[in-house]
C-alpha cells in the first residue's frame, strides 16, 4: 500500500463495522478514527453503541469520547479533529482506518469540502437568533425554505443552530447543499473503501436485537442522566436515534413498547439513508457478510482483497 492510503470501513448502521474495522487495523499495522456523529460524545456510550473498554485495548479509537454534548458540533469541526487524528497515525508509521456510518462526515474527508467559505457573520447571526426567540423556530424555518429549499427539507425545524448556518449559507450564495455534492476529491490521501452490506432481513433482525440489547442495558437511564445534566430535545447531540424517542416517551407523547418499537422503526430507515448514500461511492468495494458462513471466513476475504490494493 502507498504512504499516503487510508482505508474506510463503511456501512449501515448494526452490520458490525466495529469489528471488522479492528481486524482490519490489526491486520495492517492501524489505528481507527470514527466516522461516527454520534461516538464522539462523552457520557453517550449505551444509545451511540460505542466500541467497548476491551475492544478499545485492541486498537486505539480516536474521536470517541473527544465532545461533551452539551457543546455544539459540526462537520467542519469533525473534519478538522478527523486529519489532525489521520496525520499523527501516520507520522507514527501507521494505516489510518476511517469506520463509521456518518456519510457527510467521511465526505469531508474524501472531497475538497472548504468550510471556511461558509460564511460566519455575527451581525447576521444575532438577528437571526433574535428571530428565533421572538417568533420560534417554525418562522426560521419558513425564512430557509425561502432560501434554500433543499437544506429546508433535509434539516428539523427544532434544529435552529443547523438552520441559522443554513441561512447565513444561502444568504451568501454558499448553499449548504453544495458542500453535500462537491466532486473535487481530497488529494491528502489515497483511500480503499471497504462497504459493509447484510441482506435486508438479517440487517433488520440486528437492529431489533441490537435495540433489544441496548435497553437492556440501560438506555432510558442514560438518557434520563444526560437529561438531568440540563440537556434537552433541542440539543443537537439529543437527537440521535435512541435519545429522541426515549425524550418523547419521558414527556409522555407515547408508551414504552411505543418508544422501543419507534427506535427499531427510526433505525432502519436510517441503515436504509445509510446505503443510499455509501452507494453513491464508485470506488466503494462491497461485501455482503450475509454471504459468508462465519465472522472469521469474511474478515479473511476482506483483508484477502485488501493486500492486493
Known sequence: MRKDTIIVVAGPTA????????????????EIVSCDSMQLYRYMDIGSAKPTAEERKQVKHYLVDEIDPRTPFSVAEYQGLARKAID?????????????????????????????????????????????NTYGALYLHEKLKQLDTAAAERIHPNNVKKVIRAIEGASSGNHIGDFRNCKEKCKNYHPILIGLTRNRQELYGRINDRVDALVEQGLFDEVKDLMSMGLTESDISMKGIGYKEIIGYLQGLYDLPSAIELIKKNTRHLAKRQLTWFRRYEDMHWFNLSEYDTDEIATEEIIKWLKNK
Do not use: W
Open 15 to 30: 452490520v458490525g463495522k466495529t469489528r471488522y474495522a479492528i481486524e482490519v487495523a490489526k491486520a495492517f499495522h492501524g
Open 88 to 132: 499523527h497515525i501516520f507520522c507514527k508509521g501507521m494505516t489510518p482506518v476511517i469506520a463509521g456510518g456518518t456519510g457527510l462526515y467521511l465526505n469531508s474527508l474524501l472531497y475538497e469540502m472548504d468550510f471556511s467559505q461558509a460564511p460566519s457573520t455575527p451581525e447576521l447571526r444575532k438577528q437571526l437568533e433574535a428571530e428565533a
